[in-house]
């Protein structure tokens, strides 16, 4: 399944600096190509990230994945295929453009911390959910800094944060041969670039669609409805996501 990974989102020919445009603005729509954008996938060994990693890669992208050991994101790489590479975390940061971070959420303060020069300057996506787990469900853990992604902004000063991809089903991702995508990728940030860049990204996947949805500040809802979706997933035996109407 090959997907043109040169993504048009929103073009015209105005030469702008997205650094000075509110995210929540429409106007100035440019066109995006991430094809020689280099994506790393920091929990890239786990389900999510190496379900994202390999649909960026059979995208045509050239994709990462950091684990905390070489040799366990190398052994994941080669079995992805596709000339996905396998690095240490920090050696992943350092050689993306973009990072995905998808670790669980428990490791998620302490990686990043680690990564704070590594991943200064670039575009960091968080889609870390943090979610506990009883005899009820799913359920959304408190977070002092309100969110996962806030907590990624408040300690990657010098990064630009966006929220995107709590939504996609793992299964679905790692489905390459009968799940077709479908449905939307809530991006939220504060840096119009930024969140034009991710949109952009999410459109590779082929079926689905970047849509913003709000500055950073917004992050914890999106966070946690991913609790309502599990839930929803274990009463009708599905993978729900989501899909916003009328836009």
Request: net charge negative.
């Given at each position: 399944m090959e997907i043109d990974p040169h993504v048009r989102v929103n073009a015209n020919s105005d030469n702008i600096s997205h650094m000075t445009q509110s995210p929540?603005?429409?106007?100035?729509?440019?066109?995006i190509d991430i094809s020689q954008k280099t994506i790393g996938v920091l929990g890239g060994t786990g389900e999510q990230g190496r379900g994202l990693a390999t649909r960026f890669a059979l995208a045509g992208l050239s994709v990462i994945i950091g684990s905390r050991t070489a040799e366990r994101a190398n052994e994941v790489a080669g079995e992805i295929g596709h000339s996905v590479k396998g690095m240490s975390n920090v050696d992943a940061a350092l050689a993306s453009d973009l990072v995905i971070v998808a670790v669980p959420w428990d490791g998620h303060k302490e990686l990043l911390e680690s990564l704070v020069i590594s991943l200064s300057g670039k575009i960091v996506v968080d889609?870390?959910?943090?979610?506990?787990?009883?005899?009820?469900?799913?359920?959304?853990?408190?977070?002092?800094?309100?969110?996962?992604?806030?907590?990624?902004?408040?300690?990657?000063?010098?990064?630009?944060?966006?929220?995107?991809?709590h939504h996609i089903s793992a299964k679905l991702l790692l489905d390459t041969d009968g799940a077709q995508l479908s449905g939307d990728?809530?991006?939220?940030?504060?840096?119009?670039?930024?969140?034009d860049l991710v949109s952009a990204l999410?459109?590779?996947?082929?079926?689905?669609?970047?849509?913003?949805?709000?500055?950073?500040?917004?992050?914890?809802?999106?966070?946690?409805?991913?609790a309502n979706l599990i839930s929803m997933n274990r009463r009708y035996k599905g993978h729900a996501g989501v899909q916003i109407t009328d836009i």
């Open positions: 929540d603005s429409d106007k100035n729509k440019i066109e889609c870390v959910n943090p979610l506990g787990f009883d005899k009820q469900g799913a359920f959304r853990l408190d977070v002092v800094e309100g969110s996962a992604a806030q907590q990624a902004q408040i300690i990657l000063a010098d990064s630009r944060v966006v929220a995107a991809f990728v809530l991006v939220l940030g504060d840096d119009r670039e930024a969140t999410a459109e590779t996947l082929g079926g689905m669609r970047g849509v913003y949805a709000g500055r950073l500040r917004n992050a914890g809802q999106v966070e946690a409805f991913t």
